[in-house]
């Protein structure tokens, strides 16, 4: 980690009521008293400022805090400058610093000071980020959590345990029995079952993990002309998709987002699905809808009055809508959902079964670990080691051991215990400027 003084804008870009410029560094105190204009400042102290260039020219009247190493969000000392949010006045605030010898930092390299000073291992860091792109309270909470150390937690009592039962499997090794706690073969065996399951289990709930970061993807999928589109943009009360009597209409996926009880909902209205077309605008447009087939948590499997019956594979978690309910009079089918998209009849049972669905994924699933895409191919990593040494039989615990402290140092990586230069970078990355 490098010394430099650096600065950055840490609220939103664009014009605001107040902009807060985040300065991180060594020695900072007699810069904080300058720019203050008082002797003796005490930290964590907000002072009301007219803050001047070097000219004596006025910049802005803000509000200074001087945070002194170590209690500051980055370990070392830190200036937070709350000014008004004028683009203006934030790049003359930029030139004035940058005439101090300090320079704009990274994205991420505030969060980097704070790692390497011990306020927050990899595991924080990622919740932060997870907090940074939160936009429902469900996706707020998760993150919060996970930010303030619940996450760290479980992996640190985990990677503690495995350092523990590598050690007793070579302890093993070393000393005759009677040294040792009785049964203990048997102990470190049931101990490491139970950490592969504690993994097991937590990983079994990525896709929910995953929906509560990233949304929870449901898609409309039927024949051409079965009203998908329609019903779409009733859905979202707006008219997002183009709606036509002209069967094929939709060649593109069209996506939009829904807040639908504090949950994120990714909704797609798909290309029409048939057997064959000869149009390869269209044929794009299929697979595309298949690719969306694959990657959805919920489908709307949507027919009309005149559906044929097409076959297509379909996900586990499968709504079946019939639409056009104002034109039809039979609706004795027991396992569909009836709506018409033009007048608005059956919508409400509609969402109440999204919900109903949702939350069967979803729920409880804000109080599990925050999994992204490397902390995943690290707990793959553990709980295949640790299934590795399951399967070794008879007295070989110096193998045992090996692969117990592989699983240790692969949960060591997610908290940055152990780290490695590429698995540094892809977490710092996610973060923005001043963060």
């Known amino acids: 980690m490098n010394n430099d003084t650096i600065f950055a804008l840490s609220s939103g870009h664009g014009k605001s009521g107040v902009a807060v410029i985040r300065i991180s560094g060594e020695n900072l105190a007699d810069f904080a008293e300058r720019i203050i204009g008082k002797f003796g400042i005490t930290p964590r102290h907000a002072y009301f400022v007219n803050l001047r260039d070097d000219a004596g020219e006025m910049i802005d009247q803000c509000i200074i805090t001087y945070f002194a190493a170590p209690q500051s969000f980055t370990g070392t000392d830190v200036i937070?400058?709350?000014?008004?949010?004028?683009?203006?006045v934030i790049e003359k605030i930029?030139?004035?610093?940058?005439?101090?010898?300090?320079?704009?930092?990274?994205?991420?390299?505030f969060s980097r000071r704070a790692f390497y000073n011990n306020k927050m291992d990899l595991a924080d860091i990622d919740g932060l980020a997870a907090l940074l792109d939160a936009e429902t309270d469900v996706?707020?909470?998760s993150a919060l959590s996970s930010m303030m150390g619940r996450d760290s937690k479980i992996y640190d009592a985990w990677r503690r345990d495995m350092i523990e039962i590598a050690a007793y499997s070579a302890a093993i090794l070393d000393y005759d029995a009677d040294d040792l706690p009785q049964n203990i073969g048997k102990t470190v065996r049931e101990k490491i079952k139970k950490l592969h399951g504690e993994i097991e289990n937590a990983l079994s709930r990525y896709a929910a993990a995953r929906a509560i970061r990233s949304g929870f993807n449901i898609a409309l999928v039927g024949e051409p002309n079965v009203g998908k589109s329609s019903l779409f943009n009733a859905i979202l009360g707006s008219n997002r998709a183009i709606v036509s009597s002209i069967p094929g209409t939709t060649r593109d996926v069209v996506s939009a987002n829904l807040d639908i009880d504090g949950y994120m909902v990714n909704i797609a209205d798909t290309a029409g699905l048939r057997d064959s077309t000869d149009d390869k605008i269209e044929q794009i447009g299929i697979e595309k809808t298949k690719n969306e087939i694959e990657n959805a948590d919920m489908v709307l499997r949507v027919y009309a009055e005149q559906s044929s019956k097409l076959k297509v594979q379909s996900s586990n978690n499968e709504i079946i809508v019939i639409n056009k309910s104002d034109l039809i009079k039979d609706k004795s089918n027991k396992n569909a959902i009836y709506v018409s998209a033009k007048t608005g009849d059956g919508l409400d049972e509609l969402l109440g079964a999204i919900r109903t669905q949702l939350h069967k994924l979803t729920d409880g699933a804000e109080n599990m670990l925050v999994i992204n895409a490397r902390t995943k191919t690290l707990l793959e990593s553990a709980r295949d080691e640790l299934k590795s040494a399951t399967n070794?039989?008879?007295?070989?615990f110096d193998l045992i051991a090996e692969h117990v402290r592989a699983a240790a140092?692969?949960?060591?990586k997610i908290l940055?215990?152990?780290t490695a230069a590429d698995v540094m970078d892809a977490t710092f990355s996610q973060l923005c400027l001043g963060k």
């Open 94 to 109: 930029f030139e004035f610093l940058s005439g101090h010898n300090m320079r704009m930092a990274t994205p991420g390299e």
């Open 392 to 396: 070794i039989r008879g007295e070989n």
């Open 80 to 88: 937070e400058i709350a000014s008004h949010g004028a683009p203006a």
């Open 409 to 412: 140092d692969a949960i060591g």
């Open 416 to 418: 940055g215990t152990i």
């Open 139 to 141: 996706q707020r909470k």
